[in-house]
């Protein structure tokens, strides 16, 4: 069957513009997880995503992150006003329910900040 | 809050040698334990989990790995690699309770030469 999908694979973007990555999680699973892994701070989680909950945003590293979550399906991650330091492969994760449940994650979208 | 250490960067072997990674955890509460393998430029494919019970867990492509909670770690094991298990290897961690967010090491880089 489909695995989580990820959209675009690749996007180079000039300082300070906005971008938004898309991620579509496995039908029917609850739970959506974003990470993102860098050269200098390995894989990070960023937020998590779990039925109707309140999102956990614990990981988003600043105000310029944000994410939604729409009909408990495709997720967005939105970063405003992108730095250099933004540069990263941001992931995003699909698992039936919570924890202890396999995690299953998509390719990711390479983000280059000019 | 938890943490992961992989102490070996990169791990070379030679095809048909056995192979160990290490992976140690901290923790102040229970976790659960996972290992992930990512191939170049691919997302991350979960290898194996520790939920409970049995502390030897067995895995895809013929890896173990056994959770060992005196010594908080949870090493990954095969008795013969192949050229074709070249790739990073990640341990990570969830809280049991309700935080499912994995926090991951920093990666082994498993290469096997002929």
């Known amino acids: 069957g489909a695995g989580v999908s990820q959209s675009p694979s690749n996007k180079v973007t000039e300082k300070g513009k906005d971008v938004e990555l898309r991620c579509d999680p496995i039908?029917?699973?609850?739970?959506l997880y974003w990470y993102r892994q860098s050269l200098g701070q390995g894989l990070e989680f960023l937020i998590y995503?779990?039925?109707?909950?309140?999102?956990?945003k614990s990981g988003l590293p600043s105000d310029r992150f944000s994410a939604e979550r729409t009909g408990g399906s495709v997720s967005t991650l939105t970063i405003q006003r992108t730095q250099q330091e933004d540069s990263a492969v941001y992931l995003c994760?699909?698992?039936?329910?919570?924890?202890?449940?396999?995690?299953?994650f998509g390719p990711g979208t390479r983000l280059l900040v000019l | 809050a938890q943490s992961v250490t992989q102490l070996d960067s990169q791990v070379p072997v030679f095809e048909e040698a056995p192979v160990e990674l290490r992976c140690n955890y901290s923790?102040?509460?229970?976790?659960?334990l996972f290992w992930y393998v990512q191939y170049p430029n691919q997302g991350l494919q979960l290898l194996l989990k520790?939920?409970?019970?049995?502390?030897l867990v067995k895995g895809i492509n013929g890896f173990e790995a056994e959770f060992n909670k005196s010594q908080t770690s949870f090493h990954l094991r095969k008795p013969s690699v192949h050229i074709s298990d070249t790739a990073e290897y990640f341990c990570?961690?969830?809280?049991?309770?309700?935080?499912?967010?994995?926090?991951f090491g920093t990666g082994t880089r498993l290469q096997v030469t002929l």
């Open positions: 923790s102040s509460v229970s976790v659960y």
């Open positions: 039908s029917g699973h609850t739970a």
């Open positions: 995503f779990q039925g109707n909950s309140a999102p956990d």
């Open positions: 990570a961690v969830s809280h049991t309770g309700t935080a499912s967010k994995l926090t």
């Open positions: 994760a699909s698992s039936w329910r919570g924890q202890g449940e396999t995690q299953y």
């Open positions: 520790y939920l409970s019970g049995s502390t």
